[in-house]
């Protein structure tokens, strides 16, 4: 069953590929992505609740286990609200004609981003991963601005060369494997995990930390963040959505993966270290970031480096909590940012700016959407009650040990900077300034886009006030199998 | 670290080519002639693929005959001929250097060899190996990893970014021929087509910041800060 | 000590002494052949030397002892360096052993010193451009003088150019090794630097350009004339190192017969006819550098050494 259901999420988004690269028509393509855009979120949702053991399919190049099936879930769930919102956001833009374009690299992008979770082979997670920059770069600059394709080319430049090092890390890794399995075997997780301790503990290192570097690039880890900012603010709101709360999850699920055959090496306490130095760094450069920023846009893609400093946290702190905390903290993020870019999305086309010191009451221009984008920049502060304030509790109370507690008491501090910084910006978008000479468009908010906010803001709400049962037994089995288990 | 065990007539042709490699990764480090780096870059590749051939018949690995082909199809002549299209519809010609003399970048790259050489003999020795051919797959990887981040830090021209990134690949590639010649044919080949279609974005990129930037130098891209 | 020997190290001297305007002559004649003009006689540098012997000695006003120092000094120090390499024989021979690949280096700098110095002495201009741009160009390139001497000697594991010598004629693996490709195109860029051919032409005249040049142009007469002969027995020397210890290490003189001697002198005059006509090519296809980018060709030389020193390690 669990299998019927990875098919359907790996196939639908090329059908909507293949017909919008055929057609011509605008509506059609919208139409179509948006099909497929809740086929494959109403197949992804079960499938991590039905998943109890790993599966594999495709001649050993398919595998389902609840970590990737969990990533899965979000990137799926992302990328239905994204397609909802895009309908209304993109026929803002006045280009129909692209539209069909715009929609065949929108699902191209979806695609890749939901088949990376599912490959076995970490050489295919590789390629698929750098599969995901070739597309996402041309949905960057899609807007053909002269900031756009700086964004685009800064992206793919910066990008790129990042994960090279997670190839050298990957064949470094398949050298450490070779002595307990010969000179030729099939990359998979299963099977590095089971050949890691006999793997050697230095070459190990180096392979993680290269690993580390590599795919935290991607993830948009600070030192490495420097093309998220860009990109996350140049594209097309939607896409900013993808990226954020898709993406960047593909990334950091490498990042674990690997970190669980280090830990089976047997070099498991630096590994776990040097993720939670990275996560602490990442928290303090978006603090600072946050704190004097002028693009509104800009502002919630340091946010996105924030929230995947958090993660990278929980995943380092481990333990049953930390994996709870992180994954739980993935699912919350991407509703959230969601919200968060579909909101700025809204509010940069109806004022006509990016930057925010030209968004003046948008309280009193639209009280309702207003409202709801409010509260998202609450919830995306850790506030309560909604669900990143549990997420990000549940990372704090795994840290509490005592190897790990200056990163705790950092993390804090880092976490109410934000906060004070974040709501400062809203504050003064809200409730400051004088009205400005023009009013904003009010046809800006669709119908389509308030429901993708309606639709993304909800759910965190929900999740913050219920923690449901089922996602413990999840979070329980992927935890057990990142401490060395056998399967991922 | 099963590697059978090597002749001297073969040690020393992987050290030869593995060297020369090296030696045009400096030469498109000290250039400045954009065209120059292309055709170090192409000759690289095929040394890269004779030594994939010379991997195949000494350590009895019949399907990197196959690898070496098309490596010398696709990145020593196919690559080349894309950047070659690029580089004439931008019009660029040659590179000046603002940021860092090309005489220091050498200097500065000799020393990344040297840290290469030693963090290659470390872990070697950690490893458990002593064979001369694996410390020298090493040292030329993360060199040309090295030397290949120098040039996408000090070069301002968009196709240096590129050759760049390629010659970070290559490095890799070289690595992985010698280090662990059995990886799976699949994802080999899989790797050299990805850098095509790589390579392709990188063209049409190119050509969208010509034509909306009104320019592929990295010191002019300077909109977005903050 | 033998008489023999005496004889031999004499021999090695006049060799130096004597071949060095004849290898000058070929170069001056051959660039210009190559350029399709008529080009001087190849007898050339000795008929201007026996000139300058015979003219009057005229010295600047403010010039102190150091002006007749010097020249003696470069030309006794170009007359001792050939005693430590092999010229002719390939077996050392008894005072070789006065010092090894460094020492040799360390007295040949030490002629090219004193001309610096000399150049100072006079309190002329041109003295001082020529002194200080010289002694720049060797900043560049004596840095990788010596990393090319530590690769040989890494090679060989030896100091002594004998040993270079024995090992590169007789082990063919060594020979085709990257490590000693590498350190004959390092010595081969230094080699140009060295003996002022392009790409960094010190001989020049034109005043602007000058540098070598303008540090002699004080002298006259048969002061002159040793400045100039110490400057053709350097590039001799460099020559001798090049082909004799590094590039073609055969065809010297095993037993030091005196038919053996003759006939090395010979080959040595064809083995430096074969590297002059690739220096000429090189010359001839290259132009001037500006002076701000004499590093370029320095600095690929010294990577070029540090690679070889690399390629040794993994040997």
New interface residues.
Partial sequence: MTLLLAYIVLVAPLVAVAVCAMTRSPRVAEAINLLMALTTAVAAVPVPFLTHSTQVALDGYLVVDPLGAWVVLCVALVYALASIYAIGYMRLLGEDGRLPRFYALFAGFAWTTLAAPLMNNAGVYWITVELTTLVSTFLVGFEHAAESIEAAWKYIIVVSAGITLALLGTVLFYWAGTVALGPVYDMTWATLTRAAPHMNPTLVTLAFLLVLVGYGTKAGLAPMHTWLPDAHSEGPAPVSALLSGALLNIALLGIVRFGAVAQGAGVGAVSRLALITLGVVSLALAALFIVRQRGVKRLMAYSSVEHMGVMALGFGFGGPLGVAGALYHMLNHALNKSLMFFGSGVTMRAYGTKDMNGIRRVGVYFPFTGALWLAGALAITGAPPFGLFLSELTVLRAGLTPAHSWAVAVMLILLVVIFAGFLNHFRVMYFTGAAPETPPRSEAVGPWCIAAMVLAGVPVLILGIWWPSAFTGVFRSISSALAGGLSP | MTLPHFTPLAASLFSLLAIASLLLTFIMLGSRWLRDYMYAFGLQSWMIAVLSASMGYYAHFPELYLVAVLTALFRGLLLPYLILRILQRLGADRELHVILQPSTALVLGAAGVVFALVVAYHLAAAVGVSSQVVILALTVMLSMKLIGFLMLSVRHEAISHILGLLVLENGIFLGSQILIPGMPLLIELVILFDLLVAVACFGVLARYLMERAGTTSSLQLRKLVG | MTAHDVLLQIGQVAAVLLLSPLVQGFILRYEERVQRARGPSLVQPYRDLWKLFHKELVVPEGASFVHFVAPVVAFTAMLIVPLLIPVLTDYPLPLSDMGDILGGGLILTLGGFFIALAGLDSGSAYGGIGSSRSVMVSILAEPTLILVFVGITLLAKSMLPFVVNHLLANHL?VY???AHI?LVCAFFILLLVETDRLPIHSSTHIEVYMIEEARVLEYSGPLLALVKWASMMKQFILYTIFCNVLVMPWLLSTQGTAAGALGAAIAVLGKFALVACAVIVVETAQSRLRFYRY??P???S???A??AI??N???
């Fill in positions: 693996a085709w090794s990257p590498f590093q370029e320095l600095a690929a010294f990577v070029l540090a690679l690399i390629a390690q993994i040997r």
